[in-house]
């Protein structure tokens, strides 16, 4: 097997709250290859914008657990010293453009002093950042003057576009893409998508992008990944997921989204995303499983114990792998 550019082995995130400890991630595994784009998909609550949290190490004030272990390029980098990831990975190695990150502009400051906050941080001098800031706002389609002007002069998808250049400004490896077009119109949707997509040949980048839209994913993803109460339940070759879903979960994501070509009946999946503080038992899915409903030889298993992890055949050279008892 070839070194994956990223490894993530059994990372857990957890928060303290007042109605107790928040298990928004439980032990999540999977790897990103070079040059790859794993699309993360789930409902609202399953875990993904904490993922993205853990990876760049931005997690809020009350966090009650951080473990696991994250190899970036072969190095740990999860429990690496603050000051050492901030110097040396953080923007670097692996950049974020935060969920509704057109909000994240501080609106009194310059587009160009803010690009260049990290940079300086860094101990790099301003003429040398400025320029790596207009060189960055170029490659997504903007002017070079924009470092001057301020966020209330740009559009919506201007600012997007600002962020997405802050994030490819020191040439990183990794981006993580956290919805990053959910704010947006249908057509600067579709713009970001291609501007992302062109980004990608040019600078080799290595895409995490982050969304709870399985159409929107199947745009970009070379791999997905379903996330489920804070678990990952099927990841795979995309077209693995798309055409050949195993995981009843994935199952009914996918015949819930509309078709333009086929005549499908939709269905939607009866339920909601469980509680993290006190999730059910055994898999976390099967409450709302219709297997789990129907078939009697499930009960005791589902229901009670963690579904082992199967690998499943697949068409593209990527693992399939489904946490599920049906394949047991």
Partial sequence: MGMALLEVRNARLYYATTKGVVKALDGVSFELNEGETLAVVGETGSGKS?????????????????????????????????????????????????????????????IGDQMIEPLLLQGMSKEEALKMAMDALEAVGLPRDTVNRYPHQLSGGMKQRVIIAMSIMAHPRIIILDEPTSALDVITQANIMNLLKRLKREFGLSYIFITHDLALASELADAVAIMYAGKIVEIGGAEDIYLDPRHPYTQGLISSVPTLRTDKALSFIPGEVPSLINPPPGCRFHPRCVF?????????????KEPPEVEVEGKSSRKHVVSCW???
């Fill in 50 to 110: 904490t993922l993205a949290k853990l990876l760049v190490r931005v997690w809020e004030r009350n966090v009650a657990l951080v473990d696991g272990e994250v190899y970036l390029e072969g190095r740990e980098v999860l429990h690496m010293p603050e000051e050492e990831f901030r110097r040396e990975i953080r923007w670097r190695k692996i950049a974020m453009v935060p969920q509704s990150s057109m909000n994240a502009l501080n609106p009194v400051i310059k």
């Fill in 292 to 304: 789990y409903r129907d078939r009697d030889y499930l009960k005791g298993l589902c229901d009670a």
């Fill in 326 to 328: 049906l394949y047991k």
